[in-house]
Nanobody, 119 residues
């Protein structure tokens, strides 16, 4: 079992920056890829960015060039640096970790952290 705890959400003005962190504990040796999803009210939960255990990254088109995902395997932590934030980035952001060989959505989830971008 992998336990994920997010931090770093909050309220920021448009154009500002936030950095989300997600610390993993438990059976960390079973972790494969890690990533961030977000869900706005009445919307589905969508992938924002992901990073494999080898460091390969993937981003949603809407955040490319503005968000950066990184992973510190020594600290069992994944980060999401969010720059040039827009009101449409407002959502609950969830950290996810896949099991080795599995998909992110079938792995472990954090409790979510609210990001609100004011115009």
């Amino acid at each position: 079992q992998v336990h994920l705890v997010e931090s770093g959400g909050g309220l920021v003005q448009a154009g500002g920056s936030l950095r989300l962190s997600c610390a993993a504990s438990g059976n960390i040796f079973s972790i494969g890829a890690m990533g961030w999803y977000r869900q706005a009210p009445e919307n589905q939960r969508d992938l924002v960015a992901s990073v494999t255990s080898g460091g390969s990254t993937n981003y949603a088109d809407s955040v490319k060039g503005r968000f950066t995902i990184s992973r510190d395997n020594a600290k069992n932590t994944v980060y999401l640096q969010m720059n040039s934030l827009k009101p449409e980035d407002t959502a609950v952001y969830y950290c996810a970790a896949s099991y080795l060989g599995g998909h992110l959505e079938g792995g472990s989830w954090g409790q979510g952290t609210q990001v609100t971008v004011s115009s």
